[in-house]
């Protein structure tokens, strides 16, 4: 018989990595959806009559025991949030309840609904922030630096909360960045590829951002929901970093994408200070050995191949559009 999942934040990157991944398992596969006047349905437009949606929310305990009981699931991986740093310092309280509270409200409801569940929540780098050792491992203590920092730290937790207090299986995936062509664009990653396909074709002229000295642990979004398949196959539930253990700073990340098209990054990208973070986290770096080791998982697509795949995606898209 096959197994269920049931997948928070289905239409947003990872989402839609995991889905199509679970898919190719043979999973029946139910995503939880936010109603909205215009409904966002890019990343899974190619796989969306294979997905059963369940309109809920976060917010609304009633929903999330329905979507439970709907779906039945083996599997609950937990992605929705408020996920954008630089949204969390203007909706502070926001973050704190869908990034935060939401993660209770969906373990109170796999917990009540179907406890044999196994359920994964998406944690962060960004728990480590202002960090106190260099690389990061499972162990070491958060330092968080941002409203959307502590609320991850809260869902994690909690997460650990109830695998103590419940004996329920479930686990928490500490993902350094991850990135694709799916990433929104106002996460530096799409913003910088998406800038430079436009400069390429005459769109756009400039590029303004923030500090280009911030360095970063860049890995693809589509290896990364591999490892959070692989924590909820295990017999007990665990924790794990899951990153490239490499580290590259924005500038480079300019570098390559501008590169790439044949620009000269300098002659388009100017610093502006609106987008220097209030509190900025300067470096993160993660050290992944024990999801190496236990789960066996590995990387595939390195840096490099990663920002040209973004860029690649943004010029067809974009001269897509222009046809």
Known sequence: MSKSALITGVTGQDGSYLAELLLSKGYKVYGLRRRTSVPVMENVEHIKHEIE??????????????????????????????????????????????????????????????PAAKFYQASSSEMFGKVVETPQKETTP??????????????????VNYRESFDMFACSGILFNHESPRRGVEFVTRKVTDAAARIKLGIQKELRMGNLDAKRDWGFAGDYVKAMYLMLQQEEADDYVIATGETHTVQELVEIAFGHVGLNWQDHVV?????????????????CSKAKNKLGWKLEVGFEQLVTMMVESDLKKLQGQAR
């Open 53 to 114: 949606f369940i309109d809920g929310d976060l917010l609304d305990q009633g929903s999330l025991i329905n979507a439970v009981k709907v779906s039945n699931p083996d599997e609950v991986y937990n992605l929705a949030a408020q996920s954008f740093v630089g949204t969390s310092w203007v909706q502070p309280v926001l973050t704190g309840q869908v990034t935060g509270i939401g993660v209770t409200n969906m373990l109170e409801a796999v917990k009540l609904t179907k």
């Open 142 to 159: 958060f330092y968080p630096r941002s409203p959307y920092g502590v609320a991850k730290v809260y869902g994690h937790w909690l997460t």
């Open 271 to 287: 610093v502006d200070p609106k987008f220097v973070r209030p509190a900025e986290v300067d470096l993160l770096l993660g050290d």
